[in-house]
DNA sequence: TGGCACCTGCAG
DNA sequence: CTGCAGGTGCCA
């Protein structure tokens, strides 16, 4: 489910929710999920229980809760979460009805649980689970570095640590740190296909191949020219388009579903309205009727208006 | 820097 | 059955 917009919505929803509550014990049903935890299963428990959680950060779609000791001192290292291509966070409280019974007309196949890979309990009982279907999400550790001479490392940091395993990801456009025009230089200094250098996260952060394509669209810029060719005034309109289409999608998100509750699909606000170039192929383009197109580039979908988008 | 592996599931 | 899915990291 993860773009820029919905991991902002689950980090609204997990910050009043997690923030000041204490790791009472680690569940591990898929092991597999901890791929990234350098000694596994028993270092992560190890790291986790007693800790309380201090603060919940994002930058670009990499989540961290930043942690503090059993002793209350302040935790060298982050638990990170990364939701890849399937991954949710949802609190859910054992005992309450959380799951309508429609699921049980659903059927077993519906049943979003069936995916639950890890589950922290927390000290006011309730549980915060992992739920993950393609299993390329997870949860870890990585040690805090200093950083950024004081800048905060990400939306939601006390500070500017930021984990080792985040320090290779560039600011996103929702970040009031981000550097607009820094990026936009960056994009025309590169010769690779433009979307590429969106979907590149050392670059921005936080864009991935459904805002790249609506971006592209939004800026009347075709998915394969080149960085370089760009104009001065192209490239930050055309980060300005994507941080318009991320924001006027986190509004949506955020009404439309509550990312830390089962009943919420995720897709269903937002999708079915806002989006104009991102799954239309065979569609009119809504800004000149042409019939829209599907390529594949760089083993991903593009979506575009062969009219509006013209090659460069 | 591109190409592919990592996974499961669903629509066609 | 094949192709495709909102991501990332590692490889040549």
């Given at each position: 489910m993860p773009e820029l917009p919905e991991v902002e919505v689950v980090r609204r929803g997990l910050e009043p929710r997690t923030v000041g509550r204490t790791i009472t014990a680690l569940e591990v049903l898929e092991p597999r999920s901890l791929?990234?935890?350098?000694?596994?299963e028993d270092r992560l428990r190890a790291a986790l229980v007693g800790s309380r959680l201090t603060a919940v950060v994002r930058r670009g779609k990499f989540l961290w809760w930043r942690l503090a000791e059993p002793g209350g001192a302040e935790a060298g290292e982050a638990l990170m979460a990364h939701l890849g291509m399937s991954g949710q966070l949802r609190m859910s409280t054992p005992?309450?009805?959380?799951?309508?019974?429609v699921e049980l007309s659903e059927g077993?196949?519906?049943?979003?649980?069936?995916?639950?890979?890890v589950s922290l309990h927390l000290d006011d009982g309730a549980r915060l689970d992992f739920v993950d279907q393609r299993i390329f999400g997870g949860l870890w550790t990585s040690p805090l570095l200093e950083a950024e001479g004081g800048v905060l490392a990400g939306v939601g940091s006390p500070d500017a640590l930021l984990p080792e395993d985040a320090s290779h990801i560039a600011r996103d456009l929702l970040d009031p740190a981000a550097d607009l025009s820094g990026i936009a230089r960056a994009l025309r200094s590169r010769r690779s296909a433009v979307k590429s250098l969106l979907l590149n996260q050392e670059i921005v952060s936080g864009i991935g191949n459904i805002y790249a394509d609506e971006a592209l669209w939004a800026a009347r810029i075709?998915?394969?020219?080149?960085?370089?060719?760009?104009?001065p005034r192209q490239a930050p309109a055309l980060l300005r388009a994507a941080r318009d289409v991320m924001e006027r999608a986190l509004e949506v998100g955020g009404t439309s579903f509550d990312a830390l509750y089962v009943n919420v699909d995720g897709r269903s606000g937002y999708f079915a309205r806002s989006?104009?170039?991102?799954?239309?192929?065979?569609?009119?383009?809504?800004?000149?009727?042409t019939v829209m197109r599907r390529v594949m580039h760089a083993n991903r979908s593009s979506h575009f208006c062969p009219r509006c988008q013209r090659r460069r």
């Open positions: 791929r990234r935890q350098a000694g596994g005992g309450a009805t959380t799951e309508p019974s077993p196949a519906s049943d979003p649980m069936r995916h639950r890979r075709r998915y394969d020219t080149p960085g370089a060719a760009l104009g989006l104009n170039a991102y799954g239309k192929e065979g569609e009119p383009c809504p800004r000149c009727g």
